[in-house]
T-cell receptor, first 113, second 109 residues
Framework: ETGVTQSPTHLIKTRGQQVTLRCSSQ?????VSWYQQALGQGPQFIFQ???????GRGNFPPRFSGLQFPNYSSELNVNALELDDSALYLC????????????FGPGTRLTVL | RKEVEQDPGPFNVPEGATVAFNCTYS??????FFWYRQDCRKEPKLLMS???SGNEDGRFTAQLNRASQYISLLIRDSKLSDSATYLC??????????FGGGTRLMVKP
């Protein structure tokens, strides 16, 4: 619906493993943000990428890292997974970092055992 | 103290009722304000932006009080399809959205 796609939809990992989540932004959007939503809570901002550079970061440790590619798609990498990393990971794109409206993808549900 | 606070609910209301949600935010420099709706196990979707003058979209009315750092959402003539979690959202610097924990609404027949 929003034109933002994420893969995979579900993922199960074990503690200590590493994971890569992917996001394709809406066509023409150069800014991508990532959010973590734990069960029963609101989404929390992880970081934002604008034109392939990190452009803002929330209160997450360095084992959360990201990339944005020339086509503005993006990856979220999490190393040394912990049980508390189990959550819905949402990616949102916007036309430009100055634009208000963000469009969310359907999310990737990560379970860490 | 959380940056954006909401009553988690749930608010259980009959069809046709009017229901109001409130939200407070702590950063007086916050610039933009929104209400998002999130259905169970789905992504958040923008319901409406919130302006200082107040704004209305059909059955939904949003108000912002900058002096009190308070945002509200009023839903009139509730429908079963309004059942969802409503997220109060603040944008501080154009870089990140700060979400409240959400208020759950259940509209019953």
């Amino acid at each position: 619906e929003t034109g933002v796609t994420q893969s995979p939809t579900h993922l199960i990992k074990t503690r200590g493993q590493q994971v890569t989540l992917r996001c394709s932004s809406q066509s023409g959007h150069n800014t991508v943000s990532w959010y973590q939503q734990a069960l029963g809570q609101g989404p929390q901002f992880i970081f934002q990428y604008y034109r392939e550079e990190e452009n803002g970061r929330g209160n997450f440790p360095p084992r959360f890292s990201g990339l944005q590619f020339p086509n503005y798609s993006s990856e979220l990498n999490v190393n040394a997974l912990e049980l508390d990393d189990s959550a819905l990971y949402l990616c949102a794109s916007r036309q430009d970092r100055a634009t208000d409206t963000q469009y969310f993808g359907p999310g990737t549900r990560l379970t860490v055992l | 103290r959380k940056e954006v606070e909401q009553d988690p609910g749930p608010f259980n209301v009959p069809e046709g009722a009017t229901v109001a949600f409130n939200c407070t935010y702590s950063n007086s420099a916050s610039q933009s304000f929104f209400w998002y709706r999130q259905d169970c196990r789905k992504e958040p979707k923008l319901l409406m932006s919130v302006y200082s003058s107040g704004n209305e979209d059909g059955r939904f009315t949003a108000q912002l009080n900058r002096a009190s750092q308070y945002i509200s959402l009023l839903i009139r003539d509730s429908k079963l399809s309004d059942s969802a979690t409503y997220l109060c959202v603040v944008d501080n610097a154009g870089n990140m959205l700060t979400f409240g924990g959400g208020t759950r609404l259940m509209v019953k027949p």
